[in-house]
Every structure is written in structure tokens, then in C-alpha cells.
């Protein structure tokens, strides 16, 4: 969907989306229940905290957004790569060995342009690509987010993350589901021909493979 699409919205069509959003998160955020299910390991001694953090750690900082910086930078220094990432983007992004299960769901890649922009959302959740962005982030899953990302993209953008796009910039909001997960390549950022594919992992941020960043 392009914010061109949307019609303009008065204050009560926006109060009763955001309540809408709000009660689908209340009805169907796994996060509860997660935590629950926790307590109850542990309670049980079936797992320990020391493992929960183990494994929050792990998606944090080694399998989560590391993962996909190297997907990007791959794509910003090799055209075939790219061009097999946006066509499949499973198979290119499993040609680098990170590990997706594909029986559960597949993942798009889109390309941010001087002309486009993407961004990513899960409107009735918080379905996300952990393998390759690690955990999402708390804003990822508020009805807030959820919300304003669909009807007014543009000024959640500016107003919340600082990315502040010229009106001639047409803004493309994508609904992951629990069977599609979406993930944004974005733009390689000037001056950075003389850096190797290492050097340009440190230059993508996960904010801007979920869209709400832009690095050029």
C-alpha cells in the first residue's frame, strides 16, 4: 500500500482505527501468553532464566541483525547477488548460511530508491523476520506504530525517527503475516565505493532494513 492511496482522515476515522489496532493487540498479542508459558517452565524447572537470556542474547546480537547486514552488504557489492535477493529472496539469503525455516514462512526483500521508500509493519501482531533482524524492537509491536504506519507513514516517520522525506518520495507500507515477512534493502550510502563487503556490515543499521531508517 502507498501513502498516495489513503484517503484523507478525520479525527473520529483516526480515533477509531487506533481503537481497532488497539483491541486486535490486546486479543491476539502472543506476548502474554509467552511470558506466561515462561513462568511456568521455569516454575516447573523445566528451564531456566540463565537459558532464556542465553537465547535473547544470541538473536540480540549474533544471529539478529548481523545476519541481515551481511545480506545487504552482500547486495551492495555484488549485482548478481542483488538481483537474486529482490527475485527469491529466501534463496539468496540462505546462499549466505542463515539458517530459515522455509515451511514456516517466506521473505521478501525490498529495494529502497531515491524514488521509493518501504517500510515494514505487522498490523495484527508482531510477525517479523527474526532470522534475519534478530528480535524486534518494542516500537515494532505497539499499537501506536502499528497504527500511524498505515494511515499517515510520512509524518510517523519524521515525527518519531527523524527520516524526513520530500514529498516526491512515494512511501510503500508492507503487513507482514505470519506466512510473509518482508525485510527493506536499503539504499547503499554515498561516499562508500572504497569500503569492502566487512567494512559496509557495520553501516547498515537494523532500523533501516525495517524501513524506518534511511541511510542515504
Known amino acids: 500500500m502507498s501513502d498516495r ?29 509467552a511470558r506466561a508459558l515462561q513462568s511456568l517452565l521455569i516454575e516447573k524447572e523445566l528451564l531456566s532464566t540463565d537459558a532464556v537470556d542465553a537465547v535473547v542474547s544470541t538473536y540480540e546480537r549474533e544471529i539478529g541483525p548481523l545476519n541481515g547486514a551481511k545480506v545487504v ?5 555484488d549485482e548478481e547477488y542483488r538481483r537474486q535477493l529482490l527475485e527469491d529472496g529466501m534463496a539468496a539469503i540462505e546462499r549466505l548460511d542463515v539458517e530459515v525455516n522455509g515451511d514456516v514462512m517466506e521473505i521478501e ?14 498490523t495484527l501482531c508482531s510477525c ?4 534475519v533482524l534478530g528480535l524486534p524492537p518494542t516500537w515494532y ?7 500511524r504506519v498505515v494511515r499517515e507513514p510520512r509524518a510517523l516517520l519524521r515525527e518519531e525517527f527523524g527520516v524526513d522525506l520530500d514529498e516526491d518520495v512515494e512511501i510503500n507500507v508492507w503487513d507482514s503475516t505470519s506466512e ?3 525485510m527493506v534493502l536499503p539504499q547503499r550510502p554515498p561516499e562508500t565505493e572504497h569500503l569492502d563487503e566487512s567494512e559496509l556490515v557495520e553501516r547498515v543499521t ?8 534511511r541511510l542515504a
Do not use: F, Q
Open 5 to 33: 492511496d489513503h484517503p484523507p482522515y478525520d479525527e473520529s476515522t483516526r480515533a477509531s482505527i487506533d481503537e481497532t489496532v488497539e483491541a486486535l493487540a490486546k486479543e491476539y498479542d502472543p506476548e502474554p501468553r
Open 109 to 122: 526483500v525490498l529495494e529502497n530508491t531515491p524514488d521509493t521508500h518501504n517500510v515494514v509493519v505487522c
Open 128 to 131: 517479523y523476520p527474526w532470522a
Open 73 to 77: 552488504a552482500r547486495a551492495w557489492s
Open 141 to 147: 509491536k505497539s499499537p501506536s506504530y502499528r497504527s
Open 180 to 182: 510473509l515477512r518482508y
Open 206 to 213: 537494523r532500523d533501516s532494513m525495517i524501513g524506518v531508517d
